[in-house]
Every structure is written in C-alpha cells, then in structure tokens.
C-alpha cells in the first residue's frame, strides 16, 4: 500500500513568511510524529500525535510552531514568522499504535526541504 | 536524557570489506534500539531492530545485537557493496507515556556516512 507522503517535496520562502508543511500517514495508523532534520544531523522530535491530539509537543522549539491533525489522518505543521534557522528538512512519520507502542516501527516519509532565504 | 552516539565518519571501505559501525545509548528506561538507513535522494527506512536485550536485528545481511551490559548496538556486515553507500542512523525509543497509551519517540545519533568503492 501507499507509504507517508509529504507536501510539497520543497518550499522556499522568505523570512518572516507563513508556511504550511503537510503530512498524509499510512491509512489506519494512530500514531504520526513530526522531526526535523538539521544539514548533517540526525531527525530531532517536535511533536506527536496520537489520534486527532496532540499528546507530546515537548520537541517544539518556540511558539512560532504549532501541528494539527482535526480528523485524525492528515497533520499539518504550521510555522509561523519563519526564520532562517528554521530551514531544515522536516520528516514526518507514522506507526500502528499497540500496546508496546515504544517497539512500533515508524514509517517517514520523503520529507519537507524548507529553505528560509 | 536519552541520547545516541555513533562513531565518528565518514567511513569509506572497498567492495567486500567488514563493516562496522559502532553505536551507543544513554536511557532512563528500556528502549527499543533501531537502526535506520538513508539512501541518497531516498527518505529514511527501518534497516533492523531489536526490542529485548541481548536480541539480533538482521535485515539484507546487517546485523546488530542489543547488548544492554555495554548499552550498545553496533551495526555489522560481512561484505559490503556498492550499494550499501548511505546514511546510517542509530536510534532508541524508550517507553513513554500520555493519556494512558504508551508511544515511543526516537532519539536518533548524528548518523554515519558510508561510502563503498568497487
């Protein structure tokens, strides 16, 4: 079946701008994680979301950034007055969400290359 | 916290060399360990995993073994090839908790180059 998808592939913006960053999980998974992925870094948590709330967004770095997920399938990442330190590649995942859900694999999808100018 | 450390790269090997790339943890609980590979222009896959001390994840001739005495999780294989050039990436998931359901986020290491000449 279809893996996660990401929208759009690449956003270039200006700083101070609004972006929106989209994901689509693999249909009938709970569990969908955002992180973001810094040049030469590994992916670092923002924020989880277990059904349609958000139940972990400890990973966010400041208030500019907000998620949501309304019908519990798509998120969308929200970035508000962007900075040229937010330019990263943001990777969104998702995983079926048992019992042991710490031992769940998770799915990323392609990932989000966003270049603050 | 928790955190990941892989060894130092890039590592460039020949075409049917051993590989070995090692990785560590610090956890307050019982992670699961992963470790996830990044092929070039490709997104981030589950390459093997292990949920248990002293388990062996092994996928596509990789291998790992969860050693929770050394809190370790070195990734190995044999012979490599050409195409196994890419990013690897270790990681852990410890057991966390909200709501009542348990979910796991990762904690990944700074990843590792691996580039492999014929």
């Known amino acids: 079946g279809a893996g996660v998808s990401q929208t759009p592939s690449n956003k270039v913006t200006e700083k101070g701008k609004y972006v929106e960053l989209r994901c689509d999980p693999i249909?009938?998974?709970?569990?969908l994680y955002w992180y973001r992925q810094s040049l030469g870094q590994g992916p670092e948590f923002l924020i989880y979301?277990?059904?349609?709330?958000?139940?972990?967004d400890s990973g966010l770095p400041n208030d500019r950034f907000f998620a949501v997920r309304p019908e519990g399938s798509v998120s969308t990442l929200k970035i508000q007055r962007t900075e040229r330190g937010d330019s990263a590649v943001y990777l969104c995942?998702?995983?079926?969400?048992?019992?042991?859900?710490?031992?769940?694999?998770?799915?990323f999808g392609p990932g989000t290359r966003l270049t603050v100018l | 916290g928790d955190s990941v450390t892989q060894m130092e790269g890039p590592v460039t090997l020949s075409e049917e060399a051993f590989l070995t790339i090692n990785c560590t943890y610090t956890?307050?609980?019982?992670?699961?360990l992963f470790w996830y590979v990044q092929y070039p222009g490709e997104g981030l896959q589950l390459l093997l995993k292990a949920t248990k001390a002293d388990d062996k994840g092994s996928n596509k001739g990789f291998e790992a073994t969860y050693r929770k005495e050394t809190t370790s999780f070195h990734l190995e294989k044999g012979s490599v090839q050409v195409s196994d050039s890419a990013v690897y990436f270790c990681?852990?998931?410890?057991?966390?908790?909200?709501?009542?359901?348990?979910?796991?986020?990762?904690?990944f290491g700074q990843g590792t180059i691996l580039t492999v000449h014929p």
């Open positions: 956890a307050t609980g019982y992670p699961s």
């Open positions: 990681a852990l998931s410890d057991f966390s908790n909200a709501g009542g359901t348990s979910y796991g986020k990762l904690t």
């Open positions: 249909s009938g998974h709970t569990a």
């Open positions: 979301f277990q059904g349609t709330g958000a139940a972990d």
């Open positions: 995942a998702s995983s079926l969400l048992g019992s042991g859900a710490w031992t769940d694999t998770q799915y």
